[in-house]
């Protein structure tokens, strides 16, 4: 039932398919953007289960984002027939995550314990600091935060961490509180997941051997960006058993501010003594005048290790370039592309929109939604992060576990039941006192007649309810009951704008039955914990055809026909926080060449001359990255004259003759098999017969005029023109 080995490898060049069949050894595969280090890693996996050295068991597999790791393994299962589930393909945090839930025992963590993304850690920050009456100003609780994140991050407990003076000793207590108050409530953070993780394989003999017989074959993607503790990690899992194939680009390292650094590829060579570093050099991905560009700007970098990137596909159109009056003029001229492009037979997925930073997104989802063009963000504001879904998921957390301190505090009063601040500050100094969770301190109260604390017995009683009568029902029923009982539909069906939330909160729903689907645990807890790491990148309406739209980091490893990369000015991209940190302007550009490999086929450059940010009007200069680009490979648009009406001048013609691109090479007519005068049919438009052609291979573009619908330029690749 295995598919020959043959096809597995029929598209891959020489250095890829030495790559993919080495044997049993520590690889480094350094290579360039749209190289194919991934399809190499990929194919690698399934070469290791088909030809029998390796049982999908045996195989562990890291990338960066939930979504590539999805992609992973639908490709991996594309190629094999087999079952993908006990595979452990995922994210740092989710294959943490995994290993605690299978050792909770022995990890110190209940067996329901919960994660804390970024906003609930703040808040619990927020709350310890209060507690303690720190002055807010001298001690922020972002900066709390980013101390206790960056000890995690290098290993060390409150208790290991050196301090020198007085401001130290502080962030030393607070961080000690913090830790304290997680192990009361059963919940960790982020970086306590890898942290605790590392933790129990350092002490834990037994299941580091486990792990370290289990795995023969460790594979890490965009290996430039593991920090240091993942390293370290990794390091401890292979031991001394497991060969460990990492990939990754130097120039593609974005994640130095978070502690990762490239020193982990030499760390990586001398460790594990590596003897085979493969390198790539063919890019499979751009066009010449795209690669070209993204070369000639990562060139005015230093230290690099050096690769050149080829491309045997020809120049392709030039990269254009718009320059905009304002932020909204961009977002205007986006959307007139985007609907141009559209029209020629690009699908919306096949198009990006990227920017530097989230706050940008604003003004382009405004434009996007007016002119009615579905788009999804992504990591923008995720789903699991809307408001209404964190009051369910934390109805569901106390359902799972009542000690949760955050959650019962989300949601005590609402919908309101008439508890009070006051109230809830006794009971949190009750808590305190009894060294217990809020919820346990509640049981004791509703005695008194205190008035502050009316409603508190409802409360308790709505929880136990719900916790009895969910206890035998499958996981879309819990949520559906909780929906109902919590009195959360209730809630928003009264409220004005609540169709949105309403919808929402039914996605829940969906949500809940397709993780029941997909996952092997299909708990109440085990859907919490995906909950909490599933970064959004499964929003509401998924499916649908669709624009993407995303910060230049959630886009590394992807690739799009078209990519639009807005707010190219000084003090945006490159961020004006770069300015103060050593390193930032390179760190920055690779950020850069990141976003100008993303495209295929299609690059736009925009920047805006002022631009509404953060509440005020900037007057801004074009990026100094739009001048380390050679003007030869560019081509700047002027905005169409307004006097014109648009529509008319896009129904029938094309927008680049309209701004005076040269439309017609010499290697104009070079799309095979079709000419001039012929007449085809296309499944929406119906019949025509074409007037011109333009471009070649994927980019073969051809004019038809159609009976009814009037002229139109389509993209063969995606037309799908039947001739007659
Ligand atoms: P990045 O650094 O951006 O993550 P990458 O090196 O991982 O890029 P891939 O995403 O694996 O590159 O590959 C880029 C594109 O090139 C993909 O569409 C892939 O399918 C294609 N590709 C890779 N190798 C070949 C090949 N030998 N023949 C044809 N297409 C290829
Ligand atoms: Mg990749």
């Not at 003897?275 to 050099?281: A, D, Q, V």
């Not at 996981?475 to 949105?500: F, K, N, Q």
């Amino acid at each position: 039932a295995l598919f020959p080995m043959s096809s597995l490898f029929s598209a891959l060049n020489p250095e890829q398919l030495e790559a993919v069949t080495l044997p049993h050894q520590p690889v480094l595969v350094l290579a360039g953007a749209g190289s194919g280090k991934t399809r190499v890693l990929t194919t690698r996996i399934a070469h290791l289960i088909q030809s029998g050295q390796v049982g999908p068991h045996g195989i562990l597999a890291v990338t960066f984002t939930n979504k590539a790791a999805k992609e992973m393994l639908v490709r991996i299962s594309s190629m094999l027939p087999i079952n993908t589930h006990g595979m452990w393909i995922g994210t740092f945090h989710g294959l943490c995550n995994r290993m605690l839930r299978a050792h909770y025992q022995d990890a110190g963590l209940p067996q329901s314990f919960q994660i804390l993304d970024s906003a609930d850690q703040l808040a619990v920050t927020k709350r310890i600091l209060k507690s303690l009456g720190a002055d807010d100003e001298k001690f922020p609780a972002r900066q709390v935060q980013w101390f206790i994140n960056n000890a995690k991050e290098e290993g060390l407990r409150a208790s290991q961490v050196e301090t020198y003076d007085d401001f130290a000793r502080k962030m030393v207590e607070f961080y000690l509180c913090y830790e304290q108050q997680c192990n009361k409530e059963g919940v960790v953070d982020f970086a306590e997941l890898l942290l605790r993780s590392y933790e129990l394989l350092t002490r834990n003999e037994i299941i580091r051997e486990h792990y370290g017989m289990r795995f023969r074959h460790i594979l890490v993607d965009e290996f430039q960006d593991t920090s240091r503790l993942q390293y370290k990690w990794l390091k401890l899992l292979a031991s001394n058993r497991a060969a460990v194939f990492a990939v990754g680009d130097d120039d593609q390292s974005i994640y130095a501010f978070r502690g990762a650094n490239t020193g982990n590829m030499k760390e990586f060579e001398r460790d594990f003594r590596v003897s085979k570093i493969i390198k790539l050099e063919q890019n499979y991905r751009s066009h010449g005048n795209i690669l070209d560009a993204a070369n000639a700007l990562i060139r005015n970098n230093s230290g690099r290790l050096g690769k050149n990137l080829w491309t045997s596909e020809g120049h392709g159109e030039p990269i254009r370039v718009y320059n905009a009056a304002t932020d909204f003029d961009e977002a205007a001229f986006i959307v007139e592309e985007v609907k141009s492009l559209h029209a020629e037979g690009v699908p919306l997925s096949q198009m990006a929109l990227l920017y530097r930073s989230n706050a940008q997104s604003r003004v382009l989802e405004h434009a996007l939604f007016n002119a009615s063009l579905a788009y999804r963000v992504y990591g923008g504001m995720r789903f699991f992060e809307r408001q209404e879904i964190k009051h369910a998921l934390a109805y569901l957390r106390l359902i799972a576990n009542p000690d949760d301190d955050n959650a019962l505090l989300r949601v005590v009063n609402f919908p309101t039941r008439g508890i009070g601040l006051r109230g809830l500050e006794q009971l949190q100094d009750e808590a305190e006192r009894q060294g217990s969770s809020l919820w346990s301190a509640m049981l004791g109260t509703g005695k008194g007649p205190d008035r502050q604390k009316k409603g508190i017995p409802g409360f308790v009683a709505l929880i136990d309810a719900m916790r009895g009568a969910c206890e035998r029902l499958p996981l879309p029923e819990i949520v559906e009951h909780m929906l109902e009982h919590s009195g959360l539909t209730a809630h928003y069906r009264a409220e004005r704008e609540g169709a949105d939330r309403l919808e929402n909160l039914n996605e829940l729903i969906n949500a809940a039955a397709s993780f029941v689907h997909e996952a092997e645990d299909d708990t109440l807890v085990a859907f919490l914990g995906h909950a909490s790491l599933e970064a959004g990148e499964h929003q509401a309406g998924g499916g649908q055809d669709a624009l993407q739209l995303m910060t230049v980091h959630s886009a590394k490893g992807l690739e799009f026909h078209s990519v639009f990369l807005s707010g190219l000015e000084e003090g945006l991209f490159p961020h004006d926080n770069s300015r103060n940190e050593a390193g930032g302007l390179e760190e920055e550009r690779r950020l850069m060449y990141v976003a100008l490999t993303r495209a295929r086929r299609r690059l736009y450059l925009s920047f805006a001359q002022s631009r509404m940010l953060h509440g005020q009007t900037r007057y801004n200069v074009p990026s100094r990255f739009l001048q380390e680009i050679p003007d030869r490979l560019l081509k700047s648009l002027q905005p169409v004259q307004k006097t014109v009406s648009r529509n008319q001048q896009r129904s029938d013609s094309n927008t680049e003759l309209a701004r005076g691109m040269p439309a017609r090479g010499p290697e104009g007519d070079s799309a095979p098999g079709w000419r001039i005068g012929q007449n085809v049919i296309h499944a929406k438009f119906g019949a025509g017969v074409i007037i011109n052609c333009e471009g070649r291979g994927a980019d073969a573009r051809v004019e038809v005029r159609f009976g009814r619908a009037g002229t139109k330029w389509l993209l063969l690749e995606y037309a799908k023109l039947i001739p007659v």
